[in-house]
Structures are given as C-alpha cells and as structure tokens.
C-alpha cells in the first residue's frame, strides 16, 4: 500500500509539495514535542501557536520566500528557529497553567526534564522515585536498543551464512532483552512506589 501511495504522489505531488508537508510536519513542531514533555512552562497557547503556525509559516518559508530551491539546511534551520522563537514568545507572553493542572499532568505522564518547580512540592520519595524511574527507563532504552541491532544483524548474519557471528547476536539478543525486561521490572516497581 506504501508504494502505491507514493507512486500516487510523485505522479501527482512534486518534490516542492513533498518537502512542504514533511517539514511542517516536522520541524516547526520539533520544538513543541520536545517542550511538550520536558519543560513545566508551556501552556495550551505554546502548543496552538505551535500546530496553527507551523502551515502558513512553512509556505512562507517554501514557497513566497523560495526556500524550496535552497539547500536543505537553510530551510531547515529558519522554520527550527522560528519555531522556537514563536513557540516560546507566546508561552512566556501568556500565563502557565494551574500548579494543580500541572501536578495532575506531571503524576500521571511522569515527564523527565526542567518541572523542578511542580516536583518540589511533591516530596523528597516521590522525587526519588522517579529519577530512579527514569534512569531505569533510559538504560532499558540502551538495552531495547542493543536487543534491535543484535536481531538485525543476526538475521543478517544468519542469512549470508555466518553462523559464528549470528549465535554471538543471538547470545547479545538474548542478554539484552533479559536486562530490558529487568529494568522496566524495577522501573514498574518506582512508579508503583510513587503512587502510580
């Protein structure tokens, strides 16, 4: 279906329009997924400037201004910025939300990042908790990680006949998923320590 779609699109969309669609898409809105989670201060304002802005500024930047015809990295960097610059004008412009909205969202996602000021008035074990909780989950990260590029190249391996090399990745394979299910174990135990 991916191929056909695409077949549909290049017949009918130029590389302009392709373009276009990928980088609104992207990155304009790369600055707000990552505020989203890791910082206290953005408000719903921040985040609808982020989604209503990120189409009229990148026909701006792509079409009007001809960015289209420009190398890549240009593009790229002017709708990255301005999506910062605007994203962070409007949110320092209006008003954060509620400490109690705020502690709400922080309990239940348990975002990593700068929420120092809705975790201090959560207590010394919660706070505990979860910076186990997030370390747990980064090395688990590590670990999914290892497990990923060990099936891969042992597939690899396995199909081009190089057996020595496929049982040392399916030796790595199984470590890793055997230390991922372990951390996530304890990072479930954290959370369920914190109140989850």
Known sequence: MAYFWARVLMGTIDAAWLNFINSILALFMLPLAILRWTWWRLN???EIVGFVGAIPLGYLVWFVLGFKDAPYWQSFALLTGSGWALILGVTFATRPESPEVLRKFWLVARPPGFWGPVTRELGDDLRRAHGGEIRADLLAAGAGMVACV???????ALFSDRLGLASGMVASLVFSVAIYARLQMRASRLRAVSGD
């Open 150 to 156: 060990s099936m891969c190249v042992g597939f690899a």
């Open 44 to 46: 719903i304002w921040g």
